[in-house]
């Protein structure tokens, strides 16, 4: 499993209508609950107040022999996590899956799978250590002190990050879930490769706190160098353990 055998695609975003920063961003919205600073960060996201190097997908292949016969999968990821702001002041942001299937749907996107975000960590150029916080997890200058914790560890490195944030998913376990209206989160990978949270959907989905993060994957996949739905991959029983590693894959989007 690979991250350099393709190049890294760029995405199409919408021409830039908002010069708020990261900081400006967190400062307007230190008072927020969730309902606003969704709209607020959608608002943004969709007038394409993201920095440069967030419209830079990196690949990822996977492949599989089982079958004897050789498949290579390629799909390509945001560099790092859902951010909003200029090139010079950017920072990441926390939504519900409510306001990240929006964003996703806008740009051609999808949330990853389990078995995708332990293959991005493997991928990655950049693994930090967790850093797990206590207090006030859900409010918004929480979520802020995070992103400069982590901007802390970073350290100005570039390339495909991991290990920073819980993943929101798309899982199987929300389909066969009693309670109504779940999200499921996974990932937070320690560096010996082990994730702090296991796939869990014992959150309502309009819980949103600082250690989630909102990962893209581009929807159309490259299967034998042949563009694919993701959609359509998740159905093909040849093709969908290559990225989906539950007993049932049947949920593809919030």
């Known amino acids: 499993m690979s991250a350099s055998c393709q190049s890294v695609k760029k995405m199409s975003w919408p021409e830039r209508n908002s010069s708020l920063t990261g900081t400006q961003f967190y400062k ?3 008072t927020m609950k969730w309902v606003a600073r969704d709209s607020f960060a959608v608002k943004e996201i ?14 990822v292949t996977v492949t599989d022999s089982a079958s004897g016969k050789k498949i290579v999968l390629t799909y390509y990821v945001s560099p790092d996590y859902l951010s909003i702001g200029t090139n010079t002041d950017w920072a990441r942001i926390n939504i519900t899956p409510i306001a990240a299937q929006r964003i996703a749907d806008s ?16 991928a990655a150029t950049i693994k930090l250590e967790p850093m797990p916080m206590y ?34 998913v ?21 560096l010996d490769g082990q994730p702090i949270q296991p796939l869990y ?7 949103v706190d600082y250690s989630q993060g909102i990962r893209l994957v581009y929807r159309k996949i490259k299967v034998n160098n042949k563009w694919v739905d993701y959609i359509d991959v998740l159905k093909d029983a040849a093709l969908q353990k290559l990225l989906c590693d539950e007993e049932v894959c049947d949920f593809y989007r919030y």
């Not at 970073?154 to 819980?166: E, F």
């Not at 199987?172 to 320690?190: L, P, T």
């Not at 959907?201 to 819980?207: A, E, L």
């Open 170 to 190: 798309i899982s199987g376990k929300i389909s066969r879930d009693k309670r109504d209206s779940r999200v499921a989160i996974y990932g937070w990978h320690k």
């Open 135 to 168: 207090a006030f997890r859900d409010s918004t200058p929480t979520m802020w002190h995070h992103h400069l914790i982590v901007e802390g560890q970073r350290k100005g490195k570039k390339g495909l990050i991991a290990g920073i944030k819980k993943d929101v």
């Open 107 to 122: 740009f051609q996107c999808f949330l990853p799978t389990r078995k995708m975000v332990d293959d991005i960590y493997k």
């Open 46 to 59: 969709l007038a394409g107040n993201v920095p440069d190097f967030l419209k830079k997908f990196e690949p």
């Open 28 to 30: 307007q919205a230190a």
């Open 201 to 207: 959907t014992g959150h309502i989905n309009w819980w």
